[in-house]
């Protein structure tokens, strides 16, 4: 049996996506943090409704990941899952609040550092992800 990431009761606008590998919870998590960062400081607030769209977003490009638990940051990935517009206003999240992680949540950098490391499988490149 999987353990799961001790996050407790998931927030409602992530409560309905499928409990997935610890490898993807820690993901999600991750894109939470950078988001909860970055609004606090550019929108004045905990979450606005952009940003709660954006972890929508990103929560369903988690569950569709075509490389599962061995899916390389998107960075690196050959599969661009994100549209043009939703893949922007994450680069812009993760600009600003990428930095400030190494202070609000040194663990999960960390392993956001290492899971930078991991390089995309050859062997089953798959050729799209569902948009």
């Known amino acids: 049996m999987r353990k799961k990431l001790p996050i407790g009761d998931r927030p409602y606008y992530i409560r309905f996506m499928a409990a997935t590998h610890l490898r993807i919870e820690r993901e999600r998590k991750t894109v939470e943090a950078l988001t909860r960062i ?76 290492i899971d930078a490391l991991r390089m995309a499988p050859l062997s089953s490149a798959p050729k799209a992800c569902g948009k």
Not at 54 to 66: E, N, S
Not at 75 to 92: S, T
């Open 38 to 113: 970055f609004c606090r400081n550019s929108h004045r607030r905990d979450l606005c409704p952009e940003c709660i769209e954006l972890l929508i977003y990103a929560g369903k490009r988690l569950d569709k990941c075509p490389y599962g638990e061995r899916k390389p940051a998107c960075a690196d990935c050959p599969v661009h899952c994100y549209k043009p517009d939703m893949r922007e206003r994450i680069r812009a999240v993760m600009r600003h609040a990428g930095p400030r992680m190494v202070w609000r949540h040194p663990v999960l950098a960390v392993f956001h550092l």
